[in-house]
């Protein structure tokens, strides 16, 4: 498994999530989840102002091989979504911790506590 950035906390389900200055989280899947997925070719993205819950489906990601749903890391509302990755989603097959797929002002900030840091899920991937 590549690097895993220590900056960021990460759900079991392969999420990453990043707090920002403003409060809001910014979400993407991991290079694990791109692994296993294989070549990324198409994401559908959660409408701007739509409620997320934490641990449930709000994005999908298909591949060549499969498709999977992408789970919101927290609770709260889409704010932004990263609409480049509509035209380009081998953009995630180059850098998954680079390209960021939607950003959440969260209801509850409280559950990015409950998220794992980069040992954590180094360790819950399997990785060494």
Request: charged share 25%; hydrophobic share 40%.
């Amino acid at each position: 498994m590549s690097d895993i950035p220590s900056d960021l906390k990460y759900a079991p389900t392969h999420e990453w999530a990043k707090p920002e200055a403003d409060g809001n989280v910014r979400v993407g899947i991991t290079d694990y989840a791109q692994q296993q997925l294989g070549d990324v070719v198409f994401i559908e993205l959660p409408a701007v102002g739509r409620p997320v819950e934490a641990g449930k489906a709000c994005a999908v990601i298909e591949s060549v091989k499969a498709a999977s749903d992408i789970n919101s890391p927290v609770s709260g509302e889409i704010v932004a979504v990263n609409a480049e990755l509509n035209d380009t989603p081998e953009k995630i097959n180059q850098d998954a911790y680079a390209h960021w797929l939607f950003i959440i002002k969260p209801s509850n900030p409280a559950e990015l506590h409950g998220l794992l840091d980069a040992e954590g899920y180094r360790a819950s991937a399997g990785a060494d």
